[in-house]
């Protein structure tokens, strides 16, 4: 678990030093609010296509050559990003992107692979912190290499040296990376009938239990898809900020996932059960959202943020573990990989979503609107998961 962690980590501080810099990117061409969501949507857009496919690749020939194989495609498109020159390379240097970004939901496979259900969210919480830790330094070396002003930011660097830690991360899968599903396992895989990837994802999302989880993740990830794309213009529209200063505050974010997915979510689970946690994390990742319009000085931003990423951080790992106990062995990528492109779905249509609402309706109107859309969640998660807790195993 240690490896995935560092190979997850690395790769995610690469992803995280350019997210604050592509509004930037997007406006330097000249780009509309909702054309520079659309930007960032492009990545999942693509992603969503590919990852059911991924999945069940993990499931068949393990997950070691999907993750070796997605850190590979990283790699050239961070190159490629940092050699953009006009809108539409931009645009397909992402799309690139997403399409061979395939580790997160084999990562989850991984863990799953690995752990037993007591220790699955916490193990979920190791990944999440990979996440989190990966925000602390990506966006902070992101907005330092590019600079404090929007009008002049260096876009190049950050990019190049995203593509580098990508390959420290490549060659640390190379080298020290095990393969978690047993040959056993992937021989059982290989006698099941073959079955159409977009088949295996609807029959998925039809599984009543496996359809709720999963929805309530997708739309918990689109009214964060949504803030994350449109916060830097909010920013810069309210407080004049540019990447530098984007960079620290999403720094600062991850700071606050990582103490809570990696230190407390496994006790807390254990303690409260993980459907009480999703119902919690949804309410302060409403109430986060809701604050964000009214924060018109830095301690009030600070405090909002906070407490959206407390929210976010507190349902995702949840869901995530209770999707996994509800998939079995041989179908364990397939049901995460499922779940990923749910996922990878909102952070299409939230972005898109929210760059419309932000130029049509006012900076403030995605804030509002994601509150109401949590709200709901909250109240369907106390209705169907306050008593979900993780299934125990037999001892012998």
């Known amino acids: 678990m240690l490896v995935l962690f560092f190979v997850v980590f690395i790769d995610l501080v690469g992803f995280g030093i350019v997210i604050p810099l592509l509004p930037f990117f997007g406006e330097h061409f000249q780009a509309t609010p909702d054309v520079v969501t659309l930007l960032l949507a492009t990545y999942s857009i693509t992603q969503l296509i590919s990852a059911p496919v991924l999945g069940r690749l993990s499931d068949r020939y393990g997950r070691r050559p999907v993750l070796l194989l997605s850190l590979l495609g990283s790699i050239i498109t961070y190159v490629w990003l940092g050699f953009a020159e006009t809108l539409i390379m931009l645009f397909m240097a992402r799309?690139?992107?997403?399409?061979?970004?395939?580790?997160?939901?084999?990562?989850?496979?991984?863990?799953?692979?690995?752990?037993?259900?007591?220790?699955?969210?916490?193990?979920?919480?190791?990944?999440?912190?990979?996440?989190?830790?990966?925000?602390?330094?990506?966006?902070?070396?992101?907005?330092?290499?590019?600079?404090?002003?929007?009008?002049?930011?260096?876009?190049?660097?950050?990019?190049?040296?995203?593509?580098?830690?990508?390959?420290?991360?490549?060659?640390?899968?190379?080298?020290?990376?095990?393969?978690?599903?047993?040959?056993?396992?992937?021989?059982?895989?290989?006698?099941?009938p073959p079955r159409k990837h977009w088949q295996s994802f609807f029959e998925t999302l039809l599984r009543p239990r496996l359809g709720l989880l999963i929805?309530?993740?997708?739309?918990?990830?689109?009214?964060?898809?949504?803030?994350?794309?449109?916060?830097?213009?909010?920013?810069?529209?309210?407080?004049?900020?540019?990447?530098?200063?984007?960079?620290?505050?999403?720094?600062?974010?991850?700071?606050?996932?990582?103490?809570?997915?990696?230190?407390?979510?496994?006790?807390?689970?254990?303690?409260?059960?993980?459907?009480?946690l999703v119902i919690i994390g949804s309410l302060f990742l409403g109430i986060g959202l809701g604050l964000i319009p009214f924060s018109h000085s830095i301690p009030t931003l600070m405090g909002a943020t906070t407490i959206l990423a407390i929210g976010f951080a507190l349902s995702t790992p949840s869901l995530n573990s209770l999707i996994s106990f509800e998939a079995g062995e041989t179908e364990r990528g397939g049901v995460m990989g499922a779940s990923r492109s749910a996922a990878t779905l909102a952070r299409v249509l939230g972005p898109i979503l929210a760059g419309i609402l932000f130029a049509q309706l006012g900076r403030d109107m995605p804030y509002y609107t994601g509150m109401g859309v949590m709200m709901v969640v909250t109240l369907i998660a106390f209705m169907k998961l306050k008593e979900q807790r993780a299934p125990k195993t037999s001892k012998a």
Not at 217 to 238: D, I, K, N, P
């Open 215 to 276: 929805g309530l993740s997708f739309l918990c990830t689109f009214v964060f898809a949504g803030m994350e794309t449109t916060f830097a213009m909010w920013t810069r529209r309210e407080f004049n900020w540019g990447p530098e200063q984007n960079g620290y505050l999403f720094a600062f974010l991850g700071i606050v996932s990582a103490m809570i997915q990696g230190g407390l979510i496994g006790r807390l689970s254990k303690k409260y059960g993980e459907g009480k």
């Open 95 to 192: 799309a690139f992107n997403g399409f061979m970004a395939g580790n997160i939901a084999t990562a989850f496979a991984y863990i799953a692979d690995i752990t037993t259900p007591e220790n699955r969210a916490k193990g979920m919480g190791v990944i999440g912190a990979a996440f989190g830790l990966g925000f602390i330094a990506g966006p902070a070396i992101g907005g330092i290499l590019a600079g404090p002003d929007a009008a002049n930011a260096n876009f190049q660097l950050p990019a190049l040296c995203a593509a580098g830690l990508s390959t420290l991360a490549f060659m640390l899968a190379i080298f020290k990376l095990k393969e978690s599903l047993s040959i056993e396992a992937r021989q059982k895989i290989a006698t099941l």
